[in-house]
Structures are given as C-alpha cells and as structure tokens.
C-alpha cells in the first residue's frame, strides 16, 4: 500500500470530513470509479489512519467482489469486531448477532469492490447497522454509479484520473526504486532524456494509479 497518496488531497479532505459528521445515525457513503483509479488504496488509507479509526467503537474491512454474499460479510464483521471465528451460515441468526455486536456502537464498515443490484437484498443487509450509535458510517467502494443508488447511498464521491503532475511524482517514485523523493526529481534534472521517455509512459498510464504503479516497479531503475 502507497504510504503517500499522490494527488488525492482534496479526496482525503472530503471524505475524512464525512466520517467526522455527527449529523446522522447512520451514513452511506460511495466511492465510485474505474478499475485501477484507486478506490481500494483510498479507503485503507482511512480506516487504517489512526484519528479516525480511534473515534469510532468498532471498525471492520470486508473485501465484497460480485458476490454480495450476505453471510458471508456478516461473518467477516462480526470476527473482526469480536475476533472470534462465527460458523453459522443461517442469515437470520447472523442479523441478530450483527445487532447485538452494534447497537449502541459508532462503527466504521468499509465494502470494497461492491456489486450489488437487489436493493431488497441491500435493505435486509443494512438492518443491523440502523442500531448503531449517532455518526456510525458504511464506506462503499465500487465501479458502478448503479450500485451507489441501490445502496442508498447519502453521498457519492467520484474518484477521478491524476493529473498530469501526480501521474509523473508517482511512476518516477517507483520507476526510481530505492531513491527518495528530492533525488529522484534531482536525478531526472540530470537525465532529461530518461525524464522525457519516463514521462511519455506515464502520459500513456492516462492517470490511473494502478497502471503508474505496475510499469513505475517494471521499469524500475536498482
């Protein structure tokens, strides 16, 4: 994971900003985007961030996919809030428990890479979530601006391409693997050839983060 999120300031603002609100029970939140912009990164960005994760009670991370299997997440958030292993697959029991675990806690849920269309089947799932305590948030990452309405979501943040000036900061950290950040942009000064050549690749990157990232580690310079 990036230690440093290269033009994603104004994102981290924004939504550090929505997770600090008190002003509902219960908020939804998506971020939509395409595959590689950096959704993923993002998001464990601020739920490993120390400040916000600290003003919550519980905090959990489920990795969703196209499956929206219900039970499944409902097992991965329970064992990440009370660290035991849940067997059940009976969805029933899973919201009661759900709801014992959360009501009256400010929690912090984060689905990544969701795919859901029954919004039937999103509105059973969110039950056990309504008992939580004011300022409790769901942080929904996905591809589908679809997936935001069926979530009901209060917000949807899109998350867009770098601009050209992050593009480059970001595949010359790892196309210069190893170096720090003032010799790499010292040593480019001093290779304008190998600048020109590295900055026409991450040109063709069009600022996607993932993309930046894999050909900055295969061209890397050791």
Partial sequence: MESHMFGRNNDQTTLSNWL???????????????GGIGKTTLAQHLHNYPMIVESFDVSAWVNVSQDFDVCR?????????NGSVIQSTDQSILE??????????KF???????????????RRFKTPFTYGAQGSKILVTTRSGE??????????????H????????LFAKHAFHGFDDS???????????HEQ?????ADKCKGLPLALIAIGDLLSIN
């Fill in 147 to 160: 997936v935001a309405s069926v979530t009901a979501s209060d917000q949807i943040h899109q998350l867009h």
């Fill in 73 to 81: 997440i409902a097992r991965v958030i329970l064992e990440s809030i």
């Fill in 162 to 169: 770098l601009d050209e000036e992050d593009s480059w900061t």
């Fill in 96 to 105: 009661k428990k759900l709801k014992e675990q959360l009501i009256g806690k």
């Fill in 197 to 201: 050549i590295g900055k026409m690749v």
């Fill in 108 to 122: 912090f849920i984060v689905l990544d890479n969701v795919w859901i269309q029954d919004r039937m089947k999103w």
């Fill in 183 to 193: 010799y790499a942009v010292s040593w480019t000064k001093k290779t304008t050839l």
């Fill in 20 to 34: 600090k609100s008190q002003d509902k029970k219960l908020s939804v939140i998506s971020m939509v985007g395409m």
